[in-house]
């Protein structure tokens, strides 16, 4: 069962202008093979079918609850996405082709299919597939799957970075690239723990110096590259036979496991773009309807 809350993991601030182009290169965080949609589903599958949840509770607390953090992170990227194609659609009739200066850019099925806004696709508009869902039923060989999964996905959050400078999605891939290197360093853990191979050593955790990148250290300044959340206020709460001791890549800095979820910041609103017919070509009617509910609900 999940709860939500209606707030993002962090705060996004609007960009002063559209950058539809940088919205098509962070499409890849969304729905690349080692985008969001995909460590959100290989979690997710693989927390259902776990076996003996109860005997392997540390294991199966830390699949499930990074499960929950997932979800919000395939919301943070598509709500970036969005944000950076808000205001790109001028108003104009329909004789007029106000989406005419889009034919030409990198991503038209942000303005054909999405209104504009985000797809469940990659940077090339290729959709996001399950074939790219790992779900064996065996613990050892899923956390390595994992674990490879988000050593992946540090590596194109970092490529990402590098391919735009628009605050708001550097804003956002810093933040990922911190938690992405939490995961990566607790199904590391959880496998040194199973196995006594020590992964930190087989593949030094984080390779790719967060530090370095100034919209992640400062998240790293708030301790959050030390942090795993429950998620949760009553389960998931045997974290910490896993989570535990000191970061290495942290100076030696100790792990905490917090129970809930990060304060977050607001959802943004999204304006009205009549020439996409969203949320429809005359919108007054629609606000009407939803004011006379809202008085209703009263």
Known sequence: MFTRINKLQIELEKPPKPDPNGAAAVQELLGGRFGEMSTLNNYLHQSFSFREKKKLSPFYD??????????GHVELVSTTI???LEDAVKDGAPTAAPLEPFKDTRLTHHFLLGGPGHIVANSQAQAWTGDYVFNSGNLI????HNFFLETG???????????????????????????????????????????GVKMTQFLPLPNIDDAQIPEAKKWMEKGIHRKLYTWSQDD?????????????W??????????????GG?????????????????????????????????
């Open 153 to 195: 996905a540090r590596l194109h959050k970092h490529r990402c970075y590098q391919m735009t400078s628009n605050s708001t999605g550097r804003t956002m891939i810093g933040y990922l690239m911190v938690r992405g290197g939490v995961h990566q360093a607790a199904y590391g853990k959880a496998l040194e723990e199973l196995t």
């Open 141 to 144: 060989i899923d956390l390595l």
């Open 266 to 298: 607001p959802v943004p609103e999204g304006r009205t773009t009549r020439p996409e017919f969203a949320p429809q070509y005359d919108p007054a009617e629609i606000f009407e309807i939803a004011q006379m509910l809202i008085k209703k609900a009263a």
């Open 82 to 84: 969005n944000l950076l």
């Open 236 to 248: 998931f709460k045997n974290l910490g036979a896993i989570w535990n001791g000191t970061a290495t």
């Open 250 to 263: 942290a100076d030696n800095q100790p792990l905490e496991v917090t129970p809930g979820t990060p304060a």
């Open 62 to 71: 830390l699949v499930a609850s990074i499960t929950a953090e997932e979800i």
